[in-house]
């Protein structure tokens, strides 16, 4: 992984401003030491991984960068963490993402169903020539 399109700017855990501190018995977080922003954090069961704060990647798209990452619709992670603390907040979680991933997919299926009629279209026209 680099941080510049070149691939000359090797990323590694103690790259640029940032700072980190265990947040809990199992975990590492990751932030910007300048303003504080959450980077990543790293739990210690999956040491080859590191969960991206979405927010920073620079999609043109914006924030989910859609572009970039497919979006799991289907289950909140950590739901048993969630449930106790903030029950309101992780069924609402789960709502809009039932939502999200429903218009996603009939997104996807309109976008077929024209990019078929397209197709079409453009049998449509060789033949008639």
């Known amino acids: 992984m680099s941080l510049d399109k070149e691939g000359n700017q090797p990323f590694t855990l103690d790259t640029g401003t ?3 501190y265990r ?3 199992i975990a590492t977080r990751h932030s910007c030491g300048k303003c504080g922003a959450t980077v990543f954090w790293e739990g210690d069961e999956r040491p080859h991984i590191l969960d991206v704060a979405v927010g920073l990647l620079d999609a043109p798209e914006g924030a989910r960068a859609e572009s970039w ?16 603390r903030a029950k ?22 309109s976008l ?5 009629l ?12």
């Open 18 to 20: 940032l700072k980190h």
């Open 23 to 25: 947040s809990s018995d």
């Open 69 to 84: 990452l497919w979006w799991e619709t289907d289950f909140v992670s950590f739901r048993e963490d969630g449930m106790p």
């Open 88 to 109: 309101a907040l992780t069924e609402a979680l789960e709502s809009g993402l039932a939502a999200y991933g429903e218009h996603q997919r009939n997104r996807s299926e």
């Open 112 to 116: 077929l169903t024209l990019e078929n």
């Open 118 to 129: 397209h197709v079409n279209d453009e049998k449509l026209d060789s033949s008639s020539k």
